[in-house]
């Protein structure tokens, strides 16, 4: 089992920058994929970014490509979303995910952490 703990949400101004990360603690040997999805309450949840944990693959939302980056520290087992250019939109429950096999789902989510984006 995999556990996920958000990090690094709070309020930021129009134009700022905010820095989440995903700690990931629990049995296993190695992550497989790691990824960051997004949530407005009484909205479909929305996929932001997501690589493989061996950091050769990484894929954006369109929304937040040129604006969003997703790495990770494998030694540590944490992975990070780095958000600048930040916009009203972006106000949202961010939400990491991940999983330890070559699936096209994750089976492991962390609690969330809200970004509020003020114009």
């Known amino acids: 089992q995999v556990q996920l703990v958000e990090s690094g949400g709070g309020l930021v101004q129009t134009g700022g920058s905010l820095r989440l990360s995903c700690a990931a603690s629990g049995h296993f040997i190695d992550l497989y994929k790691m990824a960051w999805f997004r949530q407005v309450i009484g909205k479909n949840r929305e996929f932001v970014a997501s690589?493989?944990?061996?950091?050769?693959?990484?894929y954006y939302g369109d929304s937040v490509k040129g604006r969003f980056t997703i790495s990770r520290d494998s030694a540590k087992n944490i992975g990070y979303l780095q958000m600048n250019h930040l916009e009203p939109e972006d106000t949202a429950i961010y939400y990491c995910a991940a999983s330890v096999e070559a699936v096209a789902t994750y089976a492991f989510w962390g609690q969330g952490t809200q970004v509020t984006v003020s114009s």
């Open positions: 690589m493989r944990w061996n950091g050769i693959n990484s």
